[in-house]
């Protein structure tokens, strides 16, 4: 994606929440941190094919950042950015609220390092692991879903594991 990272930390790091809410803001890892945490223990699906069974997540839910903002009536989107300057992504509403959908903080009960996309990524449980975008820095409310970094290459903008990209013959449920 990019040559070069920033590496974010406790001082650096500053997650933006913006776009069409009453309430932006911006948060830090210690303001992060002392949301109520949800654990999430899912298996972690690529769309080539491999899989890591059974891997723990916990963060905040990101239903509860977008309740924090205020989230406006024309809205329909929630769009990611990310501090490497190149990944977006993006999901509806509808699948932004989702209760199995976190800002992650951790991963295999630790925290997030950088080379996994810390200290702060978005963690998609049901869908792909391309829509659990790496190194998160801004959570942007929008009127519409805007294909991000991979639906520009190809991939499906919605990416329900079992549902995508031809990889399967039957949906599941």
């Known amino acids: ?10 001082h650096t790091y500053r997650l933006t929440v913006d776009g069409l809410v009453d309430r932006p803001g911006s948060y830090t890892l210690a303001d992060l941190r002392a949301m109520p945490q949800t654990r999430l223990v899912r298996d972690v699906q690529c769309v080539t094919g491999w899989r890591v069974p059974g891997t ?17 009536p024309s809205a329909g989107a929630v769009h990611f950015t990310c501090f490497d300057g190149a990944y977006t992504e993006s999901l509806t509403l509808e699948q932004a609220r989702r ?13 997030i390092g950088h080379a996994h996309g810390g200290p702060v990524r978005l963690y998609v449980a049901p869908m792909y692991f391309y829509k659990s975008a790496k190194w998160l820095s801004g959570i942007t409310v929008t009127e519409e879903v805007r294909p991000g970094y991979w639906e520009k290459r190809g991939y499906d ?7 995508s990209n031809g990889r399967d013959d039957e949906p599941t449920a």
């Open 1 to 10: 994606m990019t040559s070069s990272v920033p590496h974010k930390d406790e």
């Open 99 to 111: 209760a199995d959908v976190l800002v992650a903080l951790r991963m295999q009960d630790k925290d």
């Open 56 to 72: 723990p997540f916990e963060g905040v839910r990101l239903s509860h950042l977008l309740d924090a903002a205020g989230v406006h």
């Open 157 to 163: 903008v919605d990416a329900w594991v079992g549902r």
